[in-house]
């Protein structure tokens, strides 16, 4: 079993800025993927970005100028920086991590782009 935690979300104007983190504990394997999703409403859940556990990253084509997913190996922590954001960004941010055993998610962190 793997158990995602994720924090940082939040309201911030447009044009700011919000990190979200996500720790992992559990049976994380040395070989995996983790990534960021978001769901606004009533729309379906889609990738902002992911990474392997070796560090590449990969992102959604609209999201890649303005987001970075990185992460801290040592804190099994996965991080999504966000800049320059719009009121569209509007969404819960769920982590997902796949150790090609299986697919974890988090519960989700409310980010909110409104002035």
């Known amino acids: 079993q793997v158990q995602l935690v994720e924090s940082g979300g939040g309201l911030v104007q447009p044009g700011g800025s919000l990190r979200l983190s996500c720790a992992a504990s559990?049976?994380?394997?040395?070989?995996?993927?983790m990534g960021w999703y978001r769901q606004a409403p009533g729309k379906q859940r889609e990738l902002v970005a992911r990474?392997?556990?070796?560090?590449?990253?990969n992102y959604a084509n609209s999201m890649k100028d303005r987001f970075t997913i990185s992460k801290d190996n040592a804190k099994n922590t996965a991080y999504l920086q966000m800049n320059s954001l719009k009121p569209e960004d509007t969404a819960v941010y769920y982590c997902?991590?796949?150790?090609?055993?299986?697919?974890?998610w988090g519960q989700g962190t409310q980010v909110t782009v409104s002035s």
């Open positions: 997902n991590l796949n150790n090609y055993q299986s697919v974890y």
């Open positions: 559990g049976s994380i394997f040395s070989i995996y993927v």
């Open positions: 990474i392997t556990s070796g560090g590449t990253p």
